[in-house]
């Protein structure tokens, strides 16, 4: 039996409910998913400030229970993925990458619809941090707060139809990235309506996660990713997961 703890960053109890309905739906069979928040912290991350105050509370959440064969970071912003890996052999999955890299494996070009239009210069370092702002099309905001997602979903759906088909028609894109963890399960109603792929971020971030685990392949521990070098009063043993 594979285990894989999702962890979602904020502490949004009914987006954690959602992002586990989903993150179970799509998990293979012999893959038990466990979803978690922390109990501290931003209730929504929409900015840079908001996800320095949720990285403490991830890591964690992380060392609360170490002994899953994987995790997974249920938020397009990313936050704390470094410092995580630096504090486990496990793979460690951003549900970010694991959404591009499914988009770049069925479209030559694809952009990425989201929330906050604050948010346009996080998600574009995402995007340039992981190699592939080559084959982005576009990043295009709602300008809708993250909670929406779970308070006004009708509104999130035809913001993101009407985001969609500007990337299409005008960026020229061939495909679409859900650019939150709260938008899961929209994705099939949008690739009807649009004709073109679209990809849930919550969904490859748990596929993605069972195929390293499967492949036997963890974090490397050569440089980069290594454990924290010990300091007074500082790291702990214990980080040794």
Known sequence: MIRIKVINPNTSPDMTASIDRIAKAHAPIGVEVVTTCPSAGPVSIESYYDEYLAVPNVLAEVQRDPHFDGFVLACWGDPGVDAVRETTIKPVVSIAEASMYAANAIAPRWSVVTTLARSHHMVEAIVQKTGLTARCASIRCLDLPVLACETDPEAIVTGLEMLSRQALQEDKAEAIVLGCAGMGGL????????????????AAGVRFATVLVEMKLQTSKWLTYRYPEMKAGGWNESLKS
């Open 187 to 202: 994705d099939r109603r949008l690739s009807d309506r649009l004709g073109v792929p679209v990809v849930d971020p919550v």
